[in-house]
């Protein structure tokens, strides 16, 4: 349903999408996340590999695209434009809009 939405290029994962992935927030705390956001976060990123966690330093992508981030616009997650496309869908059926 994605394709609808002009969401048809398949996402690059540099590392193992399935596995529990963590991101620390300013309040210093680690939280679980998506695949699709964890490559777009720019917090300090881990993933945990058999028993033990392993810090993430690969690229930091743009969300939902596979175009990498080329200067951390602020912290958390990295939109186009700085607009999260998920609160315009929101919007768009809040106000009975396609």
Do not use: H
């Amino acid at each position: 349903m994605g394709e609808k939405r002009g969401s048809t290029e398949k996402m690059l994962y540099d590392f193992n999408a399935a596995a529990c992935l963590e991101v620390q927030l300013p309040n210093e705390n680690w939280y679980r996340i998506t695949s699709r956001e964890f490559r777009s976060y720019s917090y300090p990123r881990r993933i945990l590999v058999g028993k033990e966690y392993e810090m993430y330093e690969g690229p930091i992508y743009l969300y939902g695209t596979n175009i990498k981030a080329k200067e951390i616009v602020k912290g958390g997650v990295q939109y186009i434009n700085d607009v999260d496309p998920r609160t315009l869908i929101q919007n768009n059926k809040k106000y009975g809009r396609r």
